[in-house]
């Protein structure tokens, strides 16, 4: 696989540094693992109707948009909230 450079501004890549420093990997590895791991919106809408077709087709549950909505809100408030503990 061929490298390329990505130009970010001084505070970015020192942020990284540290980032990288703390998990105990490289600049290189992480931007890498971020990568791998983000999901576009278009990906997070698949996996969400695959989920929602599996949960149908081994389960017989039928999951409604405003169901899945808040889940969605009910996950990111307990996600912000093991943030805010963890710091």
Do not use: K, N
């Amino acid at each position: 696989m061929a490298d390329a450079m990505i130009r970010v501004p001084a505070e970015v890549r020192d942020r990284l540094a540290v980032i990288a420093e703390s998990r105990r990997t490289s600049i290189r590895s992480l931007v890498q693992e971020f990568a791998e791991s983000t999901l576009t919106e278009e990906e997070r809408r698949e996996r969400a109707e695959q989920t929602r077709a599996y949960l149908a087709e081994h389960f017989g549950v039928e999951v409604s948009d405003e169901e899945s909505a808040a889940m969605g809100r009910r996950l990111r408030e307990a996600f912000a909230r093991e943030q805010g503990a963890a710091a």
